[in-house]
T-cell receptor
Framework: GQNIDQPTEMTATEGAIVQINCTYQTSGFNGLFWYQQHAGEAPTFLSYNVLDGLEEKGRFSSFLSRSKGYSYLLLKELQMKDSASYLCAVIEGDGATNKLIFGTGTLLAVQP | DTEVTQTPKHLVMGMTNKKSLKCEQHMGHRAMYWYKQKAKKPPELMFVYSYEKLSINESVPSRFSPECPNSSLLNLHLHALQPEDSALYLC?????????????FGQGTRLTVV
């Protein structure tokens, strides 16, 4: 089985920085994604990590430590439109057949 | 075209009805997925199709029956559903032979079983 855990809710202020953590225990790890999902909408891709380290993409950065089963998503210069659910998702599989398994999700509220 | 299109957007059905959800993509992706998402919960994997063959069934009840008629289409046939099956049903696709590319999601079908 798999365990992918995130904090349920977080609150942050516009213009600030927030870090959303994700811990996982899975088998056949082939990478980790972060998705953003606004209420009533489809999840949209933010980032992908498969090697240890930090991947930076504009205001969003994602970090992975495979040995610790840990990732975080860092959001800088928060904007009101960043209020959404943030989903950590792990790819499990043998490379030929892969499953994208989602974590519990973190609902982020950005306040003025 | 980087879209995954799902129809219908909303569906209300009775417990004795038979209905189908449809999903279409023209990105040449050979892996397609069905997910179920309840309110304020993450998406839960139901089925994975790889090269038009069912490769993963996450112990989904038989009242949900997937079908992949060709590489661009994925259906989910529904029969004798229960009210607890009401949820957002998301379809996604990705490159099968490259695990490091993201899955693209459709907007989902919001299903209500009455």
């Amino acid at each position: 089985g798999q365990n992918i855990d995130q904090p349920t809710e977080m609150t942050a202020t516009e213009g600030a920085i927030v870090q959303i953590n994700c811990t996982y225990q899975t088998s056949g790890f082939n990478g980790l994604f972060w998705y953003q999902q606004h209420a009533g909408e489809a999840p949209t891709f933010l980032s992908y990590n498969v090697l240890d380290g930090l991947e930076e993409k504009g205001r969003f950065s994602s970090f992975l430590s495979r040995s610790k089963g840990y990732s975080y998503l860092l959001l800088k210069e928060l904007q009101m439109k960043d209020s959404a659910s943030y989903l950590c998702a792990v790819i499990e599989g043998d490379g030929a057949t892969n499953k994208l398994i989602f974590g519990t999700g973190t609902l982020l509220a950005v306040q003025p | 075209d980087t879209e995954v299109t799902q129809t219908p957007k909303h569906l209300v059905m009775g417990m004795t009805n038979k209905k189908s959800l449809k999903c279409e993509q023209h990105m040449g992706h050979r892996a397609m997925y069905w997910y179920k998402q309840k309110a304020k919960k993450p998406p839960e994997l139901m089925f994975v199709y790889s090269y038009e063959k069912l490769s993963i069934n996450e112990s989904v009840p038989s009242r949900f029956s997937p079908e992949c008629p060709n590489s661009s289409l994925l259906n989910l046939h529904l029969h004798a559903l229960q009210p607890e099956d009401s949820a957002l049903y998301l379809c996604a696709s990705s490159h099968e032979d490259r695990a490091n590319t993201e899955a693209f999601f459709g907007q989902g079908t919001r299903l209500t079983v009455v």
